[in-house]
Structures are given as C-alpha cells and as structure tokens.
C-alpha cells in the first residue's frame, strides 16, 4: 500500500464515533468528529460507477478495509474542487 497512508485509524474512528452518539453511523453529520488531515485513505477498489448515482467502493487504512458510498453531493464537490487539475 502506498505510504501516503502513514497512520492505521478507521477502526478506532468509528468505535469513537459510535461510543459518543451511538446511533447508526450513517446518522451522524458528516462534521461530527471528521479525521484529521494525516489520517488518509486508500481507495483500493470501485464496485460501480455511475455519474448519476452514488459510487461505492472499498477503502484501506492499510489494516481495515471498509465499504464507502461516494454521495453526488461529495462528488459534485471533488469535482468543483479539482476541475482545472484534472482537464489541464
């Protein structure tokens, strides 16, 4: 795995973040405790990819490796993010 994935940290996320609100993690606000910038992931593999929808894939902290569902929202905003890098 690349070593732009310094630090193993999903596991001990989610535990965190389920210990503090104890609810279903897909009902916790997206700023609720969000990683910090060294706690990096790898996406490892797309399971579909359609522009119209959300993408899933699967991501690794180099230790675990989970589910990940890449929301229009989220790709609107990479996209808008990295427009002039990608095109040229």
């Known amino acids: 795995m690349s070593d732009s994935v310094p630090i193993r940290w ?5 535990t965190k973040v389920a210990d503090k609100y104890g609810m279903s993690f897909l009902d916790v606000a997206v700023e609720v405790g969000l990683p910090s910038e060294k706690e990096k992931i790898q996406i490892i593999e797309f399971l579909t990819y359609n522009q119209d929808v959300a993408i899933w894939g699967k991501v690794s902290d180099e230790e675990y490796v989970i589910p990940i569902s890449f929301t229009l ?10 427009i002039g890098y990608i095109i040229g």
């Open 73 to 82: 929202e989220a790709q609107l905003s990479f996209s808008n993010s990295y």
């Open 10 to 14: 999903i596991s001990r996320y989610i």
